[in-house]
Structures are given as structure tokens and as C-alpha cells.
């Protein structure tokens, strides 16, 4: 993790939520906010807890997951450096509805939530874009739950692979490319609702029909169309 100071008024007005804003307004908000740095394993926070803020992630990795009493745990997602959190708890007074902890060693910068209410209700442009972004998160989670009941193991693991900004477009694939997952194959596993056993399989029959290469972290894809028929 870096250990530069951050410039906080320049980092959030590189932020699409804070798009347009004035140089006081900006001010205004970073005046408010503080900067929050986290170790790998430590939590940021639980279920139930009130939520203090925006989380923005500057660098690092926090997954979000439910957590049954048993221990068992389902990984909602996984957030790195660019994402932010709780946007949709903005517009209550709400809890936190999931915990979340670090990955990855993780820097973030914390907007307290009455500060930015204060600054949403005087700004109609900036009420509209953290609604955008709440939108943009609920079909995100729309789309994992129609995976989950109605696709198989198989094609949510292909359609992880497939889908990483690493790949971009499928049909103009013409070389190999690389997928390198961002945490654990037990995170992703949870990640996409399989068993890390049955993540495992997947990826040795995948790579046992010569469509993929696992270097641990590291998946090598071979052949990305073959590989997006198979499921």
C-alpha cells in the first residue's frame, strides 16, 4: 500500500459520483472525510451496524459477505480499488445488511453520510448519480441471483472467466489471454456459489479439454471461444 499523502480534494473530484462539483463544495466534503487504512484479515464492518459513511476503496481489496450462524459464509462481492460501498444506505438510516473485511492491505477514504445528505439535498446532479450507481449495483446482484438459480456451476465459472475486464470481447479474441483472480480460489468459489471443491473440478475438466491453463491465481484461457461454448 502506498504511503503517500493523499490529495483528498483531487482524489474525489476524480470521481464520477462527484462529477461537475465545485472546488468549495469539494473542499466542503473532504473537510469532513477521513482517510482509514485497514490490514489484510481485519473487518470493517458487520451486519447490523449502523453505516457511518461512503466507503470509497483508493487501493487494496474488502469482500462483502453474509454470514450464517453456523460460520458457513457467502461471498456478495468483491470490491477493489475504484469501488465504493454503501451508496444505497445513503437515502436511509439504515444498517449494514452485510459484513464486510479486507483482502487485500486496503486505504479508504470515508465520506460521513450526513455530510454527503447535506450535499444531496442541495444538489439535485449529485442525488442522481448516487442513484445511478445504486441502480447499477441492484442489477449487478439481479443478474447474480438469476445465475445462481438458473445457470449451472460450469457456465457461472466460464462466464466469470469470460466476462473479466481482462478478456473484453470474446468474438475478437485472437490470442491468449489471462484472467488472474483477485483473491482466493475459496473467495471466488463463494463468490460464484460453489463448493471450492467443485470450483476446483470445474477448472481441471476445463483445462483438461485444453481450454484453459491454471497457473494458481493465474488462468490462462486458450481457446476463448471454445471456452464460451462449453457451458
Given at each position: 500500500m502506498?504511503?503517500?499523502?493523499?490529495?483528498?480534494?483531487?482524489?474525489?473530484?476524480?470521481?464520477?459520483?462527484?462529477?461537475?462539483m465545485?472546488?468549495?463544495e469539494?473542499?466542503?466534503?473532504?473537510?469532513?472525510?477521513?482517510?482509514?487504512?485497514?490490514s489484510?484479515?481485519?473487518?470493517?464492518?458487520?451486519?447490523?451496524?449502523v453505516?457511518?459513511?461512503?466507503?470509497f476503496?483508493?487501493?487494496?481489496?474488502?469482500?462483502?459477505?453474509?454470514?450464517?450462524?453456523?460460520?458457513?459464509?457467502?461471498?456478495i462481492?468483491?470490491?477493489?480499488?475504484?469501488?465504493?460501498?454503501?451508496?444505497?444506505?445513503?437515502f436511509s438510516?439504515?444498517?449494514?445488511?452485510?459484513?464486510?473485511?479486507?483482502?487485500m492491505?486496503v486505504?479508504?477514504?470515508?465520506?460521513?453520510?450526513?455530510?454527503?445528505?447535506?450535499e444531496?439535498?442541495?444538489?439535485?446532479?449529485?442525488?442522481?448519480?448516487?442513484?445511478?450507481?445504486?441502480?447499477?449495483?441492484?442489477?449487478?446482484?439481479?443478474?447474480?441471483?438469476?445465475?445462481?438459480?438458473l445457470?449451472?456451476?460450469?457456465?457461472?465459472?466460464?462466464d466469470y472467466?469470460?466476462?473479466?475486464?481482462?478478456?473484453?470481447?470474446?468474438?475478437?479474441?485472437?490470442?491468449?489471454?489471462?484472467?488472474?483472480?483477485?483473491?482466493?480460489?475459496?473467495t471466488?468459489?463463494?463468490?460464484?456459489s460453489?463448493?471450492?471443491?467443485?470450483f476446483?473440478?470445474?477448472?481441471?475438466?476445463?483445462?483438461?479439454?485444453?481450454?484453459?491453463?491454471?497457473?494458481?491465481?493465474?488462468?490462462?484461457?486458450?481457446?476463448?471461444?471454445?471456452?464460451?461454448?462449453?457451458?
Open positions: 502506498g504511503s503517500r499523502r493523499l490529495n483528498v480534494v483531487s482524489y474525489l473530484g476524480g470521481q464520477a459520483l462527484f462529477k461537475d465545485s472546488a468549495p469539494l473542499a466542503r466534503i473532504a473537510s469532513a472525510s477521513s482517510v482509514r487504512r485497514l489484510r484479515g481485519q473487518e470493517m464492518f458487520h451486519a447490523g451496524q453505516c457511518e459513511g461512503l466507503y476503496v483508493i487501493d487494496g481489496m474488502i469482500k462483502l459477505y453474509a454470514k450464517a450462524p453456523s460460520g458457513q459464509e457467502k461471498v462481492e468483491v470490491i477493489g480499488a475504484g469501488g465504493c460501498v454503501s451508496e444505497a444506505l445513503m438510516e439504515g444498517a449494514h445488511s452485510v459484513n464486510a473485511s479486507v483482502l492491505d486505504q479508504l477514504l470515508v465520506v460521513p453520510r450526513d455530510v454527503l445528505v447535506n444531496i439535498e442541495h444538489n439535485a446532479g449529485l442525488a442522481i448519480r448516487l442513484l445511478k450507481g445504486v441502480a447499477r449495483r441492484m442489477n449487478s446482484l439481479v443478474k447474480d441471483i438469476e445465475a445462481v438459480t445457470h449451472s456451476g460450469v457456465k457461472r465459472v466460464v472467466l469470460l466476462h473479466s475486464p481482462v478478456v473484453g470481447d470474446v468474438h475478437e479474441a485472437d490470442k491468449d489471454l489471462t484472467v488472474s483472480l483477485p483473491a482466493s480460489k475459496g471466488i468459489a463463494s463468490l460464484l460453489v463448493t471450492p471443491e467443485h476446483s473440478r470445474i477448472l481441471h475438466d476445463l483445462q483438461a479439454q485444453g481450454l484453459i491453463e491454471v497457473d494458481r491465481r493465474h488462468i490462462h484461457i486458450r481457446d476463448a471461444h471454445g471456452l464460451a461454448q462449453c457451458a
